[in-house]
Structure formats: structure tokens, C-alpha cells
């Protein structure tokens, strides 16, 4: 089902149009412009391994209509599952956004979003960030959380204009949680309330980047 109202600007397969890092990488896939824009740029949302595409493109598609069904198309690990994309700008792969800033949480869940910087304020690429429930505001109905992810890859999604994250986490029970960021030799902790509706925002800095990952540096103009 369509996450928002708009118009689809591709309906097929991937195999001859480049949509990702690779052709025939969706397999079966709908790219939807969304009708309201984010800060002045348009909003696509793209809809990947697709087993049937049920929309043709020009459609215009409400928020809930069927565009498809679920797949296994293309470059689908782990067998049938939508991939869900949301792309700011430009309907291209170098400006992907994180679907979990773009999705309402259930009801009584909130979200959680923050930053890995090191020492210059540059961001920290795939740091290692464990989310973890410390106490839930009904711990006889939620469950505890205790989830790994890692900080974005370079090249792989972009942070929020307005935000500048490099990792959040959706659909979260409310309550207190403790986030720890480890760089593969130091950890470090802290803890935040995530409430219902809301974005709970964490911070860390002075990260030492890891030993594995070495930052391109930026080319200067010549004068």
C-alpha cells in the first residue's frame, strides 16, 4: 500500500533504468513523488522486489492504495520483503533519507535519532550503537528492547538537513533507555526518555573513528 498520496514516476522493472547501486537491483519497483515536498525539494518514495506491480506510471495513488504485492525480486536477501526507500531531492540512490524518520510510529511508540561525531565534528561511519530498555513505562505491556545497529555508511543514506543524524530507531515503548556507542576499542553510554509521538534526539562526541575507516580528505579550490 502507498505510504502517502502522489504520483508515480516509475512503474516496472530495474533490469534497463539504473534506481540503485546496481540494475535489477529492486527487481519489480514503484517510485511514488510524494504531493507535499520537504524543504522546498520533492519527496520520492520508492517501493522495491515487487512480485506484482498493480499501478502503471502517471497514476495517481492515495495514501493506503494497493501499488503492488510483496516479492522477491531483484537482490532480495533474505527471500520476499518490501523495501521501502525514501529519497529527498532527487529520485537517485546517493540521496536516500532513513525510512524510521519518515514513518509514524504505532500508537504509544515513540522514535529515537542520533549523532556519532569525532573530535573535528565530522560523523562517525559504522559505529557500533546498542539501544537498550532500562525502564518502560508499562513493563506489563511492552516488551524490553535491546537492539544493535550501526552508525550510516558512507555512501549509503544521508543525514536530515535539519537533524544531521547518523542512526535512528522507530516504534520504540516508552521510557528510559540507554544507548552506547562503541568505536571497536572505547564504549560509551547514555541515557535518554523516549515518549510517546515524540523524537527522543542522543548525542556523542569526540568518537575516535575506527581503525578501519579512514576519512577522505576534501579537495581545497585552487586559487
Known amino acids: 500500500m502507498a505510504a502517502g498520496s502522489g504520483a508515480v514516476v516509475f512503474a516496472g522493472t530495474d533490469r534497463a533504468d539504473q534506481l540503485g547501486p546496481a540494475l535489477n537491483f529492486y527487481g519489480n519497483v ?8 520537504y524543504l522546498y525539494q520533492p519527496v520520492y518514495v520508492l517501493y522495491g522486489h515487487l512480485a506484482t506491480i498493480t499501478v502503471q506510471r502517471g497514476n495517481w495513488v492515495e495514501a493506503g492504495a494497493q501499488i503492488g504485492t510483496v516479492g522477491g525480486t531483484g537482490v532480495a536477501f533474505g527471500g520476499a ?3 521501502f526507500e525514501v529519497r529527498v531531492g532527487y529520485n537517485d540512490y546517493d ?9 509514524r510510529p504505532y500508537p504509544r511508540r515513540g522514535s529515537l535519532a542520533g549523532r556519532v561525531s569525532d573530535s573535528s565534528g565530522q560523523p562517525v561511519p559504522l559505529a557500533g550503537v546498542t539501544v537498550r530498555s532500562q525502564l518502560l513505562d508499562n513493563p506489563k505491556l511492552d516488551q524490553s528492547v535491546n537492539t544493535y545497529l550501526t552508525t550510516y555508511t558512507i555512501g549509503t543514506l544521508n543525514a536530515d538537513e535539519m537533524m544531521g543524524e547518523n542512526f535512528a530507531l522507530n516504534d ?3 521510557g528510559t533507555y540507554v544507548v552506547t556507542v562503541s568505536n ?6 547514555q541515557s535518554v526518555s523516549v515518549k510517546p509521538a515524540e523524537l527522543a534526539w542522543v548525542e556523542f562526541e569526540n568518537v575516535k573513528q575506527p581503525a578501519t575507516w579512514t576519512p577522505t580528505p576534501t579537495a581545497s579550490a585552487t586559487p
Open 30 to 37: 514503484v517510485v511514488v513523488q510524494l504531493q507535499q515536498a
Open 81 to 83: 520483503h518490501l523495501h
Open 95 to 103: 540521496s536516500t533519507r532513513n525510512p524510521e524518520l519518515w514513518l
Open 172 to 174: 520504540l515503548p516508552p
Open 184 to 189: 571497536g576499542k572505547t564504549t560509551r553510554s
